[in-house]
C-alpha cells in the first residue's frame, strides 16, 4: 500500500531563516505531487504541484520554491522566510487524475 | 471562476441527529468532488468522492452524499451523528490532467452529548 510522510511534524523558525520540508511517497511511482497551505480560519490553498521529476507548476508567487529531484520527494524551500509563510503546510500525492492522498502536514511558525 | 462553497463555518449537532452540510460548486467542465475530514492537527482523511454515474456516493464512517448537477451541490449527510464525528470538513472540486484541487473554507463540526 501506499504512505506518503511529511517531516518534520513540527517548526519554529525566526524571520528571516531558510526553510526546507520534505515530503516522500512509498509504494507508488511517477506520483502527481501536491503542496498545500492551510492557515487557521482558512481553507486550503495550493501552492505548487509537479506531474514529474523536475516538473513545479506554481500556484501563487509568494515567498516559496519547490523541487522535485526524485520520483516520489517533493521539498518547499524558502531562502528568507516571513511572518506570513506560518501556517499548516500538506503534502499530497495522486495516481494521476485520481484521488489526492494527503500526508500528516507539518506545523510551521515563524517568529 | 472556479470555486467551492460551504456556507456553514460552524456546525452543531447533538449525538445521534441527522447531519448535512452543504456545499455548492462553481466548475466550467464536468466536476471531480470530493469530501475530505480534518482532525485537529491531522492531515485530510477521504470520506467518499464523485467521478461519474449513481450521485449518491457513499463513502466512509457512514457518510454519503448527493451530486446535484442542476443545484452545483454536493452535500455531504450523516443519519446519526457519533461523538467521534467531530472536526472540520472540507469539499473540494477538481479533475483535469493535471488534478488540481479548489477546496472550500471547511465546515467545523462540533457534537453534543
Known amino acids: 500500500s501506499q504512505t506518503i510522510h511529511q517531516w518534520p511534524a513540527t517548526l519554529v523558525q525566526p524571520v528571516g531563516s531558510p526553510l526546507s520540508l520534505e515530503c516522500t511517497v512509498e509504494?507508488?511511482?511517477?506520483?502527481?505531487l501536491y503542496w498545500y497551505r492551510q492557515a487557521a480560519g482558512r481553507g486550503l490553498q495550493l501552492l505548487f504541484y509537479?506531474?514529474?521529476?523536475?516538473?513545479i507548476s506554481s500556484e501563487v508567487p509568494q515567498n516559496l520554491s519547490a523541487s522535485r529531484p526524485q520520483d516520489r520527494q517533493f521539498i518547499l524551500s524558502s531562502k528568507k522566510l516571513l511572518l506570513s509563510d506560518s501556517g499548516f503546510y500538506l503534502c499530497?500525492?495522486?495516481?494521476?487524475?485520481?484521488?489526492?492522498?494527503f500526508g500528516p502536514g507539518t506545523r510551521l511558525t515563524v517568529l | 471562476a472556479q470555486s467551492v462553497t460551504q456556507p456553514d463555518i460552524h456546525i452543531t449537532v447533538s449525538e445521534g441527529a441527522s447531519l448535512e452540510l452543504r456545499c455548492n460548486y462553481s466548475?466550467?467542465?464536468?466536476?471531480?468532488l470530493f469530501w475530505y475530514v480534518q482532525s485537529p492537527g491531522q492531515g485530510l482523511q477521504l470520506l467518499l468522492k464523485?467521478?461519474?454515474?449513481?450521485?449518491l456516493v457513499q463513502g466512509i464512517k457512514g457518510f454519503e452524499a448527493e451530486f446535484k448537477r442542476s443545484q452545483s451541490s454536493f452535500n455531504l449527510r450523516k443519519p446519526s451523528v457519533h461523538w467521534s464525528d467531530a472536526a472540520e470538513y472540507f469539499c473540494?472540486?477538481?479533475?483535469?490532467?493535471?488534478?488540481?484541487?479548489?477546496f472550500g473554507t471547511g465546515t467545523l463540526l462540533a457534537v453534543q452529548p
Open positions: 499530497a500525492w495522486s495516481a494521476g487524475a485520481d484521488t489526492q492522498y
Open positions: 509504494g507508488t511511482s511517477n506520483p502527481n
Open positions: 509537479s506531474v514529474g521529476i523536475g516538473q
Open positions: 466548475y466550467g467542465a464536468t466536476p471531480y
Open positions: 464523485y467521478f461519474s454515474g449513481d450521485t
Open positions: 473540494a472540486v477538481g479533475g483535469g490532467a493535471t488534478n488540481k484541487l479548489i
